[in-house]
């Protein structure tokens, strides 16, 4: 049996950018200090690191300089999963790293971040006035007695105050947590009630598309149903005055003081990131300051080769992981740039405007975003000067093929193309960008380094170049630390743990080849997952079945072959009722703005039932492989149905689409 001919590289790196490349760098240096192969390239780094996952860590930490305030006993105490007990006995401090670059004299006037709102004006700050303000932020939560542990909460968009108070919270030990203004105040509650934040960040809205949006009465309900708030902080975004009782944002960074850092157990919460909450309420995700750091010094410094004198870009909102993750560019004294604003305005070209603009580095987007360059004929490489964008990345989903193809046709034919994939549970990549592979069309690069990462059929076998489940085999510490309010973690268990006992199931299809590329598949779970912002199902049951006229809805997300995303929402109607357009019109209403604008529906479609379980959960996934073209009975097992004609509908509407 031969095997089948290595498909040509769409892109391949030169020697030369080979040889510059910190993750070659570390790698010869690891060799020489650690034990790594020196031979063999990133494939052989990779499976070193798995196979001394302590050893590997520990090289991280000294290469990267981590101060660790009091050292560690112990680099992986217990590796099991859920409990791996990483860098014990250690204290440090996630923001005194992230402003480190600061420190050095001449970069002190180097901007550290470069914001940019719907105007495309860019306003920097300096390493020295972002030190300034995290600075007195910093002291004014410490005087409003904010302790290690205390909670800290924003709504805020993505501008540097949001960079502000999250280093500022970690600087004190506090605990951030974020939601963006384009949330609902149902969906912020249904997060920011389970934490329980002593301080909120607002703003008085936002400019999204042009328009400015109020969100003054959101912040009123904020506060009359977060009975744990102690302050509240004004930001005027859109230039109205405080409202009574709350503290103005300028008179908090007035002052002029070096940041305290408070040196924290390396498992000492960071910041809670939130699930789509596909089963009820989102989960509420903690990560710790040391597992990030880590992590994202890894990740950005050796996978996204970031380092001083580079500039990031990343579209995203503070309601999504890769703002965290953006925000961690600074862990390597990177220039990190904020956009606040619709990712198309005041065209479909807008992002590559910016990225010129900003010479920015590592642009990153979303699949979503590139295929729709694609179809509106933008073409960036003509018309935009992107000399300095060395790698353009996505997520979010995964890129087709026809991505890959367009990216390097109409950007550059020598652009790093760095398709990543990895989740808000580990704040990382499980795979993605290498800058010393290959690139293949439609392929991740290879698994991230420390990364198991590895194709599971159901059960349990190690698949090559079959689709199976995604599942790492041994512990990253940016995994969660905990859920919040799972005090027996039970929750945490059952969310990656129940399918493969002690393996992580992260809840995608995937197909390993056999040169170590990776190929995502999308979510073999019911996750919406629009634009890179993830929700759960849960979320808009809620708000439509309020509606008196819907008995009961099914909301499936589906990624389309030729890289769009189709969402239908189906709604059985109450009696009596009509789906007519004032009922499709309150729906959509409803949705865009108690939830998300981004989260409303491409159809309503009228059903006669919605199907069941015979436990009475709604079948999802199985519907979602039945639009997708599998078979039913290969889709879903007839004896857990509770109706199973129903599903016949969904069949019926796969084939019709198929044949359009």
């Known amino acids: 049996m031969t095997s089948a001919p290595t498909p040509e590289a769409l892109w391949t790196p030169g020697p030369d950018r080979i040889a510059a490349a910190a993750v070659t760098r570390f790698q010869a240096w690891a060799a020489e200090h650690h034990g790594a192969p020196a031979d063999g390239g990133y494939p052989a780094l990779h499976r070193w690191s798995v196979e001394e996952l302590d050893t590997f860590w520990r090289a991280v930490a000294d290469w990267f300089d981590v101060r660790f305030t009091t050292p560690y006993e112990q680099v992986l105490a217990d590796r099991s999963m859920p ?30 971040l470069l914001c940019v709102d719907e105007t495309h004006e860019i306003v920097p700050v300096t390493w020295a006035e972002l030190r300034r303000q995290v600075g007195a932020l910093a002291a004014e939560l410490r005087a409003l007695g904010v302790r290690p542990g205390d909670r800290v909460s924003g709504y805020l968009p993505n501008i540097a105050e949001g960079v502000v108070a999250l280093l500022a919270t970690a600087a004190v030990g506090g605990v951030w947590t974020s939601c963006a203004p384009d949330f609902g105040a149902r969906s912020v509650l249904d997060r920011f009630q389970q934490v329980e934040p002593v301080v909120l960040f607002t703003v008085d809205g936002y400019r999204y598309g042009g328009k400015e949006h109020d969100r003054r009465e959101v912040v009123a309900e904020l506060r009359r149903d977060l009975p744990s708030l102690r302050a509240v902080v004004h930001i005027p975004l859109l ?28 498992d000492h919460p960071l910041w809670v990131l939130y699930s789509s909450g596909t089963t009820g309420l989102p989960k509420a995700i903690v990560q710790s300051q040391g597992g ?35 925000v961690s560019g600074l862990l390597t004294g990177t220039t990190v740039v904020l956009y606040d604003g619709s990712p198309g305005h005041p065209d479909t070209a807008a992002q590559w405007r910016i990225a010129e603009r900003t010479r920015a580095t590592l642009y990153g987007t979303s699949a979503a975003y590139v295929m729709a360059c694609k179809k509106a004929e933008v073409h960036p490489g003509r018309d935009f000067d992107l000399s300095s964008v060395k790698c353009v990345a996505t997520t979010g989903s995964p890129l087709p093929p026809d991505g890959f193809r ?5 950007v550059a034919d020598d652009l790093w193309i760095a398709s990543v994939s990895g989740g808000t549970d580990v704040c990382s990549c499980f795979a993605g960008c290498v800058p010393t592979l290959p690139v293949h069309i439609g392929e991740l690069q290879a698994a991230s380094l420390a990364v198991d990462l590895q194709s599971w059929d159901p059960s349990g076998k190690p698949l090559t170049g079959e689709v199976g489940e995604l599942v790492v085999t041994n512990p990253m510490p940016s995994m969660p630390v905990r859920f919040w309010n799972d005090p027996d973690g ?27 590329s990776v190929v995502i598949h999308g979510r073999s779970d019911s996750t919406l997952n629009r634009q890179g912002v993830r929700m759960g199902s849960a979320d808009i049951y809620e708000a439509v079945e309020r509606l008196p006229e819907i008995k009961e809805s099914l909301v499936i997300g589906l990624e389309e072959p030729d890289g769009g995303y189709w969402m239908p929402l189906f709604v059985q109607l109450a009696p009596g009722a009509t789906l007519d357009q004032a009922l499709l019109d309150r729906i959509k209403s409803t949705i865009r703005t108690e939830l998300s604008p981004r989260h409303v529906p491409d159809e309503v479609i009228e059903v006669p039932g919605i199907p069941h379980t015979l436990t009475g959960k709604r079948i999802e996934v199985p519907v979602k492989r039945l639009l997708q073209g599998t078979p039913l009975a290969k889709a879903v097992n007839p004896g857990s149905v509770d109706n199973l004609d129903l599903l016949h509908f969904y069949e019926e509407l796969a084939r019709s689409r198929r044949q359009r």
């Open 83 to 112: 409990g791996a007990q990483w860098f014990t006995g250690a204290t440090l401090n996630y923001a005194e790293h992230a402003l480190r670059a600061g420190e050095d004299p001449a970069r002190a006037a180097d901007p550290a």
């Open 239 to 266: 230039g109205t005055p405080a409202p009574e009782g709350a503290l103005t944002w300028s008179d908090l960074v007035a002052g002029d003081a070096e940041p305290v850092f408070e040196a924290v157990p390396f």
């Open 292 to 326: 990030i750091l880590v992590e994202h010094l890894k990740q950005l410094g050796l996978h996204c080769d970031l380092g001083p004198g580079d500039r990031f870009f990343w579209y995203t909102s503070t309601g999504w992981m890769m703002w965290n993750f953006l």
């Open 406 to 410: 367009w990216l390097h046709d109409e």
């Open 490 to 516: 039970s929750r945490y268990r059952e969310s990656y743990f129940e399918m493969f006992p002690g393996v992580w199931r992260h809840g995608d299809w995937i197909t390993l080849t056999d040169r170590g």
